[in-house]
């Protein structure tokens, strides 16, 4: 296995840490190196002092040059906005689909309440009928009363 010494150009990954550990590969998303790869021991402790862990750390990726760095860091806050637009975007339909669905049992309430039931037009010649029902036994009772 090789040891890997970090002065090739893109040098193969490793599997494995000289301390028996398996090696991970991840990708900074700091400022100075969006997204450059690089690996690190899994039993990597990044505090010098604690005497804990390993120190095996290195770079996958040369550095990026500064317009890549400015590309990449643009483009994070860009997809970064756009993200938010959505995540809002969302939130307003979610919102409106909520009325939506409050309006329509209001109307459908409203409907029922007319006697609006079976479509617009039977439902109105069902009301038209109670109506004439009511009209005619308030005059029947006028006469039984009066
Ligand atoms: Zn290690």
Partial sequence: MSTGS????????REYCDCGFP???????????????????????????????CRYWRWVDEGNVRWQRDLCNHLL?????????VSNLKEKLDSMEVDNV?????ASESKVKLGFTNGPKLGGAKFMFYLLVAVILGGVIVRILG
């Fill in 23 to 53: 090696v991970a590969s991840l990708v900074s998303w700091t400022e100075n190196n969006p997204g450059r790869r690089f690996e690190r021991c899994k039993f990597y402790s990044g505090n010098p002092h604690d005497g804990l862990g």
């Fill in 6 to 13: 970090g002065n090739r150009a893109n040098p193969a990954q």
């Fill in 77 to 85: 806050a860009e997809n970064k906005a756009l993200k938010k637009e």
């Fill in 102 to 106: 409050f309006w329509a049992k209001q």
